[in-house]
């Protein structure tokens, strides 16, 4: 890295990669650079540095047209140039040394590494050109004329100057190195953190078949994978997440004799497709380079690797600071949409911000200065040949593209909510359109019909005032884990099994376990939906896995409760293949749910799935941090046998540090107390049904819902008993219900009871506990009170 001034940021870092981590087992192509002082004598020979400075000082890059004429011009300019004879033989004179030591089939990749990018503070990525599947010593020189020429190209122009580098100041350095055959295997990107929210425990990864320019240009919607840092760092298996891309098609070495730059986009075969491009096991020796390089550089990392079909190896092909989510910000903002409207598009969220506007639908880069300052760009895929254009729109969407493109990566540093890989926006989305782009919401991000309302709230970061009660949140989506794990918090009250069982899965676990027997059409669809699973039980048992995984892994080592399933037979019954399962029932608010539904012969199987993967979460993947919680448990004979049911499950409470607590939502709960929590290690108070069964209502009838309040005198007396009993046996009690989270006095008075812990929605974490520090210190309870 010492020789950044001399080669520039990428090539600086393969040599130290080379020379300082090969003992880490992390392999690194080998070739050669050219330097910066050898591209400045190349400039310097007939005046042309000068030429181009001239030219380049008149130029407004904002004017799209004139700046596609200046970048135009220079390129010409340089392609024209001859070497310094020097230079020339050089470069022959290592190729050939290089050629001397690898085989007669080897071919090669010619980058750029400019001496201002991959720095912390800026990536520059994708801004000069690379090329592939180079032969011959004669191309080699072409190729490097060509990189040269790249520095010069509209989107470099435009973003040095939108960066504030001064073009005089930036040279380039060529790198020619060997190709891995990663057209016979695969190829991605890699973050050492999650490029959305920050987090930094995971490192994140995307492969898809082929060469790797496929996944970095945006060209294919890429499989990805989490892996979490300190599960890895003990030798656990730490894969949390998984996602299956499309991966429609692939960059391949082309099948001419004549040497250049041949390589050609080629479709990817079915069978592929539906399967994932990494192995679990090479996932995680990628995950093992990643920590090792961010541990060598002391910094976040994004990084390209490809995998040898040929070899079955897997190698780095470089490694620059990732310089988005790491840059340290005092003031953290959220975007939340304040109504809804149909959804047009969805795809791959990037960023957490909301941008609205109207559609601009734009064909290709011919089209650019059509762009207007707060349209919405809708186009098939970009590429950091829009860059000039993306920093004046209001919101990206693509057909095409991952999370890692350079159009993602370029958008997250400009701060612009990006939707890629929607598959067909630019069919579904209308010129002049007014529509509202969300990336608020998770992983998917929507593009909405009209200009929705939304908000933008900030605070800054900082520390937090102590307080005699705990604040944990309720979390379903696991996509938004990592981002609400960085609010102050003690972990997560609530974990709700069904929110990952109806959106990650999507399927009524009977449907999968009776996968044989099920009729042609819904087998059909029931094998789109497990695509990259070994079979329905494996899928629903793997999905359940990953999503209380990520959950966990975002929180560790804070315990998080999960809820299991607590589906009405109406919510079982939109589920695909729950019509053929679930009976019709008048109230299903109050019919076969909970407990009951775990411990009947006809359920019983199903709940079992759920057993095993939270057994797989906290034995295999060793998130100890996992507690469970039983809901809607009616009588004291049916909790014994859901806790008898667990343990035949491998789920016995105290081992392995297991805890079991009830959700303590019936009035009968809280009446017989003492009997429940002989068999539960505490209670989690669900308020809204305690207050629905307290008060005899139905909360969903909008005819009654003016009565529904959980600060009535029969519920407080129901809690405080409840509070009471946990707090005699000195057993946990915590309340995970919405009514603290709507009611700061109902906060207040719980605290006064002596509560241990509050779960409350992410949303309303830092404004409650701001109120409950200003309220007045609880009055100390004794145990028999």
């Not at 789109?528 to 359940?544: I, N, P, V």
Request: proline share 4%; hydrophobic share 40%.
């Amino acid at each position: 890295m010492t020789d950044l001034d001399k080669v520039g940021g990428k090539n600086a870092s393969l040599g130290e990669m080379i020379g300082g981590l090969a003992g880490a087992g992390i392999r690194v192509p080998g070739g050669f650079a050219t330097t910066a002082e050898a591209f400045r004598e190349f400039l310097q020979a007939g005046g042309l540095g000068q030429k181009i400075e001239q030219r380049l000082a008149t130029l407004d890059s904002k004017d799209v047209r004139a700046l596609a004429d200046c970048g135009k011009e220079i390129r010409s300019w340089i392609l024209q140039a001859p070497f310094p004879t020097e230079l020339e033989r050089e470069i022959r004179a290592f190729f050939q040394k290089l050629e001397s030591e690898t085989s007669k089939e080897a071919s090669f990749a010619v980058r750029s590494s400019a001496t201002a990018e991959d720095l912390p503070e800026a990536s520059f990525a994708g801004q000069q050109e690379t090329f592939l599947n180079v032969k011959g010593s004669d191309h080699v020189l072409e190729a490097v004329r060509q990189v040269f020429a790249s520095l010069y190209n509209d989107r470099a122009i435009s973003y040095r100057a939108h960066q504030g580098f001064a073009h005089g100041e930036v040279a380039l350095s060529a790198a020619v190195q060997q190709m891995v055959r990663s057209d016979l295997g695969s190829s991605g990107v890699l973050f050492t953190l999650d490029t959305e929210s920050g987090f930094r425990d995971v490192v994140f990864i995307t492969s898809a078949y082929g060469l790797g320019e496929m996944v970095v240009q945006g060209a294919v919607n890429p499989d990805e994978f989490y892996v979490h840092k300190p599960m890895l760092e003990k030798g656990r298996p730490a894969i949390v997440r998984r996602k299956l891309g499309s991966k429609l098609q692939k960059m391949v070495f082309a099948r001419l004799e004549a040497a250049g730059r041949t390589t050609s986009v080629v479709d990817v075969p079915d069978a592929e497709r539906h399967r994932f491009s990494l192995a679990d096991a090479e996932v995680l020796e990628l995950a093992r380079y990643a920590v090792a390089i961010e541990k060598h550089y002391g910094r976040p990392m994004d990084i390209e690797w490809a995998r040898d079909g040929a070899d079955g190896r897997l190698y780095v092909l470089q490694a620059r600071p990732e310089t988005v989510k790491s840059r340290k910000r005092d003031v953290e903002e959220r975007y939340l949409l304040k109504g809804r409207s149909r959804v047009l598009a969805s795809g791959r969220a990037i960023g957490h911000k909301i941008g609205s506007g109207t559609v601009r639908v734009v064909k290709d880069a011919g089209e650019m200065h059509r762009i207007r300052p707060g349209d919405i760009l809708v186009t098939d895929m970009t590429d950091p040949n829009w860059e000039p254009v993306m920093k004046v729109a209001a919101a990206i969407v693509t057909n095409r593209g991952g999370r890692t493109c350079h159009a993602a990566i370029i958008a997250r540093e400009l701060g612009i909510p990006a939707v890629v890989g929607c598959g067909d926006a630019t069919e579904r989305l209308r010129d002049a359109q007014p529509v509202t782009v969300s990336c608020a919401e998770g992983d998917t991000g929507n593009v909405l019909e009209g200009l929705v309302p939304f908000e933008v709230s900030s605070r800054e970061r900082g520390e937090m005032p102590r307080l005699p009660v705990k604040i944990a949140m309720n979390v379903g989506n696991p996509e938004l884990a990592f981002q609400f794990a960085q609010l102050p918090n003690a972990g997560v009250g609530l974990a709700r099994l069904e929110f990952i069982i109806n959106n990650e899965i999507g399927v009524h676990p009977r449907a999968c376990l009776e996968y044989g027997k099920l009729p042609a059409g819904l087998k059909k669809q029931l094998d789109e939906k497990m695509r990259g699973y070994a079979s329905a039980d494996a899928f629903f048992r793997e999905k359940t896995v990953e999503g209380v995984a990520t959950i966990a892994a975002a929180f560790w080592p804070k315990p998080v409760i999960v809820r299991l399933s607590d589906f009405k037979s109406n919510e079982y019954k939109k589920l695909l293949g729950g019509e053929r399962y679930e009976p019709d029932e008048e109230n299903p608010m109050l019919g076969f749910r909970g407990a009951s539904r775990y411990v009947a012969p006809s359920f019983r199987e199903c709940f079992e799935l759920e057993c095993a993967a939270m057994k797989q979460v906290r034995d295999t993947l060793g998130y100890a941090n996992v507690e469970l919680m039983v809901p809607f448990v009616r009588t004291v004979g049916e909790a014994r046998q859901v806790v008898e049911l667990l343990e035949k499950n491998g789920l016995k409470r105290g081992e392995n540090g297991l805890r079991v607590v009830m959700m303590c939502e019936l009035p009968s709960n809280a009446l017989l107390a003492e009997e429940f929590l002989e068999l539960f290690d505490g209670f989690s108070i669900g308020s809204n049904d305690l207050t629905q069964l307290t008060l005899g209502l139905d909360r969903d009838s909008g005819l009654v819902a003016d009565t529904f309040d959980e600060r009535d005198a029969a519920v407080k007396a129901l809690l405080a008993m409840a509070i009471r009993a946990c707090r005699k046996q000195g057993k946990y009690v915590g309340i995970c219900g919405q009514g603290p989270s709507d009611h700061p006095d109902l906060a207040r008075w719980l605290m006064e009871q002596g509560i241990e812990s509050m779960s409350l929605n992410p949303d309303t974490v830092v404004s409650t506990w701001m109120s409950l520090a200003e309220a007045p210190p609880p009055k100390k309870q004794s145990a028999a009170a």
